[in-house]
C-alpha cells in the first residue's frame, strides 16, 4: 500500500509505501528532510504531524522523549495513512546527489593515543561534492555500514579528512587503527545528513563539539571563515582529559587568525595543573550564556552529550529551529 505525504509550509508530496520510514520515502524520491543519526536517537529528524497516523515498528523512539504529543521522528516513523508533516526541506542538501563510490587510503596518522586521521581520495578526476559538516557511510561486508563525518571544507576537497576514534573491541576502528594500510580500497556513500551551516542566519553561533564531534564542526568553522562570515563564533570542545585534545593548536589558530573566532576547551576529568574549564561542556556554554535564546547552536559527539546539551540548551530558551545536532550514534547489532 502507497501513503501520500505533504509537506508544510513546503506544500511537497512524496509517497511512502507501507513499512517504509518517511525519511527513507522521502529520500528515495529526493526530497531531503532534516536527518542526522537514523537511529531514532538524535532528534535532528523530528517533524509536527498535522494529519493523519503513523507507528514505530522499530521501537527506536528514544529521541521522541519529553516532546509534545505531535512530534514525529521521521527517520523511524511508517505512515498508517495519508500524512501531512510540518518540516522544512533541506533544499540545499537535496541539490547534491547521493553516490556510492570506491576510494583510496592516502594517508593515516595518529593525532594521539586514540584517533586516526585519515585522509582518502576519490578514483582520478573525480571529487565529492558535499556541504560542510556532512558524513560518509563506509560500505562493509554484509550490509554493514559505518558512518564518519567529513573534517575538511568543500572548497578544500582534493582529499576527505576524517577522524575517527578507536572504540574499545569495535570492529570497524579496530580495523582502521590495527590493520588498514595506505592504499586501501574502501566503498563509501556519501555524503549524508543535513548537519550543516545555515547560512542565512544572522544570529551569533555556539558550536559545541564533543571529542571527535570535532570533525564535523571543524569542516564547518573553515567553510565559515572561508565564505567570510563575520558572525561571532565561539567554540566549546569537551573532551575528557588534555590528551583528548587531539588537535590543540588548531582552534587557537583559528582564534588569532580570525577575529570573530573564540575558543574554550573543556575538560571533564581534568589533569592535575589544569587551569581551563571544567565539567561537562554543555554546563560551560550555559555558565557563559544563561539565556541561550538569541543563538544558533551546532552539536556534534556522542549522544549522551547531544541529548544532555539539547535539553539543557532548550530549557534555556532556545528553540530547537536554531538548535542543529550531530549525535555520533553507532550502528545497532544487527548491521545496518
Ligand atoms: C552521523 C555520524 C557521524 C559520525 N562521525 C564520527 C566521526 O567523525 N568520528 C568518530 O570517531 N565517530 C563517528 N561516528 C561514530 C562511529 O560511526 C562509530 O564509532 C563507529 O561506527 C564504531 O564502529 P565499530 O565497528 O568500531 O564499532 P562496533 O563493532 O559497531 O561496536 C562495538 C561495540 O562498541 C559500541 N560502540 C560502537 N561505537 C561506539 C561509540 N562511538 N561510542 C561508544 N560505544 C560504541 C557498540 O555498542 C558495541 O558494543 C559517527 C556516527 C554517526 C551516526
Ligand atoms: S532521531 Fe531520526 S535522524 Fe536521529
Same mark, same amino acid.
Not at 79 to 86: R, S
Given at each position: ?7 508544510q ?6 509517497q ?9 520515502a ?9 536527518? %542526522?543519526?537514523?537511529? /531514532?536517537? $538524535?532528534?535532528? &529528524?523530528? +517533524? ?5 497516523? @503513523? ?10 522523549? %519529553?516532546?509534545?504529543? /505531535?512530534? $514525529?521522528?521521521? &527517520?523511524? +516513523?511508517v505512515?498508517?495513512?495519508?500524512? @501531512?508533516?510540518?518540516v522544512m ?34 578514483p ?15 560500505l ?7 558512518a ?12 576527505i579528512?576524517?577522524?575517527?576514534r ?6 570497524f ?17 556519501a555524503p ?8 542565512a ?6 558550536l ?26 565561539h ?9 583528548d ?6 582552534p ?9 573566532f ?6 571533564s576529568e ?18 557563559d ?23 539543557a ?5 532556545l528553540s ?16 545496518n
Open positions: 500500500m502507497t501513503f501520500d505525504i505533504q509537506t509550509p513546503g506544500g511537497i508530496h512524496f511512502a509505501e507501507s513499512g517504509e520510514t518517511l525519511l527513507a522521502a529520500l528515495r524520491q529526493g526530497v531531503v528532510l532534516p536527518y %542526522g543519526c537514523r537511529g /531514532g536517537m $538524535c532528534g535532528s &529528524c523530528v +517533524a509536527t504531524l498535522v494529519s493523519g497516523k @503513523v507507528s514505530y515498528p522499530s521501537g527506536n523512539t528514544q529521541a521522541l522523549e %519529553g516532546r509534545d504529543p /505531535g512530534a $514525529c521522528l521521521t &527517520c523511524q +516513523a505512515a498508517e495513512t495519508d500524512l @501531512v508533516l510540518e526541506e533541506i533544499k540545499t542538501a537535496s541539490q547534491i546527489e547521493v553516490r556510492t563510490l570506491p576510494c583510496r587510503v592516502v594517508d593515516k596518522q595518529a593525532l594521539n593515543h586514540d584517533v586516526m586521521r585519515l585522509l582518502i581520495k576519490l582520478e578526476n573525480q571529487r565529492l561534492p558535499f556541504l560542510a559538516g556532512q558524513y560518509l557511510d563506509f562493509l561486508e554484509g550490509g554493514k555500514r559505518r564518519f563525518s567529513i573534517a575538511n571544507a568543500p572548497h578544500d576537497d582534493e582529499f579528512e576524517l577522524h575517527v578507536h572504540v574499545p573491541g569495535g570492529q576502528t579496530s580495523f582502521i587503527f590495527d590493520a588498514l594500510e595506505e592504499k586501501a580500497i574502501l566503498r563509501i556513500q549524508l545528513g543535513t548537519f550543516i551551516l545555515r547560512e542566519s544572522t544570529r551569533p553561533i555556539i559545541v563539539a564533543g571529542g571527535t564531534g570535532l570533525a564535523p564542526i571543524k569542516g564547518i568553522i573553515e567553510h565559515a571563515f572561508h565564505i567570510g562570515i563575520t558572525r561571532p563564533m567554540l566549546y570542545w569537551g573532551v575528557r582529559q588534555q590528551a585534545l587531539y588537535l590543540p593548536d588548531l587557537l589558530a583559528w582564534a588569532r587568525e580570525h577575529g570573530n573564540s575558543y574554550t576547551p573543556v575538560l581534568p589533569d592535575t595543573g589544569w587551569t581551563g574549564r571544567r565539567g561537562f561542556v554543555h554546563e560551560a556554554v550555559l555558565a550564556h544563561p539565556d541561550m535564546s538569541g543563538f544558533d547552536v551546532y552539536l556534534a559527539g556522542p549522544p549522551i552529550m547531544v541529548q544532555s546539551g539539547s535539553q540548551f532548550a530549557a534555556a530558551g530547537h529551529d536554531h538548535m542543529y545536532s550531530d549525535a555520533f550514534e553507532y550502528a545497532k547489532p544487527s548491521g
